[in-house]
């Protein structure tokens, strides 16, 4: 029994440090994210093409981990020339690598010590019993409606939601809301200063609480250094 025990304890300490070959994939998985941004940012033509790989490779720092870049402008943007059928298909075919990769990502610091404080808050624990209730229900809801995504990715891994319903209720949800936002872009023809302007503010909305975080913080350490 005691040598059950202590193997017991030992594979269980073993899974809570992330292996070689996970930190590596976590690596690879950071830096593709990374590049796209980068080539996004840097690339004037890229920006401006109408060519349906952008929005593809788009998908995925659009929507990596807690992003601030808008996905919606983009689709309106390249509906314009494309029926909504493409888009939603173009779309989901890059969400839904990019919302694995996600899964994996969250799972891999959920493993990180300070992650394990956050999940023994009462408020996080009432929230993943909340969540457990109709887990499919909620990510279904969340992914076709425009509330913010994010929070259920870590749900999801907090929960040990399995990763295949994840990726079947991103799919059953985000297609539907794509083909909608790409039925309207289709429709309606949004002139690109508008799109801008639509960029612009929602980048804002999403950058700002950033910002205003990070300068409360500063100013909470400030009192404490002197």
């Known amino acids: ?11 269980a300490k073993s899974n809570e440090i992330p292996s070689k070959i996970k930190t590596l994939i976590f690596i690879l998985e950071f830096s593709l994210i990374i590049i796209l941004l980068v080539l996004w940012f840097s690339s004037e033509s890229i920006r401006s093409s109408k060519n349906l790989w952008v929005l593809f490779f788009y998908s995925f720092p659009s929507n990596f981990f807690i992003s601030v870049l808008p996905h919606e402008p983009m689709i309106l943007y390249f509906s314009k020339l494309n029926p909504p059928l493409i888009i939603a298909l ?15 990502v969250i799972k891999f610091v959920a493993d990180l010590r300070l992650f394990k404080k956050a999940r023994q808050s009462k408020i996080v624990n009432r929230v993943m019993k909340l969540f457990n209730k109709a887990p499919f229900t909620a990510l279904f809801v969340a992914g076709l409606s425009p509330i913010p995504f994010y ?3 870590f749900l999801v891994v ?20 794509y083909f909608i936002i790409g039925l309207i872009g289709f429709t309606f023809k949004i002139p690109d200063y508008l799109l801008l302007i639509m960029f612009i503010i929602l980048l804002l909305i999403g950058v700002i609480p950033i910002v205003t975080n990070l300068i409360k913080k500063r100013k909470e350490k400030k009192p404490n250094s002197s």
């Open 1 to 11: 029994m005691k040598n059950n025990n202590h193997s017991a304890l030992t594979a």
């Open 90 to 104: 173009v779309c989901i075919a890059g969400v839904l690598p990019t919302e694995i990769i996600n899964y994996s």
């Open 151 to 153: 929070p259920f990715r």
């Open 158 to 177: 907090l929960t040990h939601y399995p990763r295949i319903k994840y990726a079947l209720a991103v799919f059953l949800s985000r297609t539907p809301r």
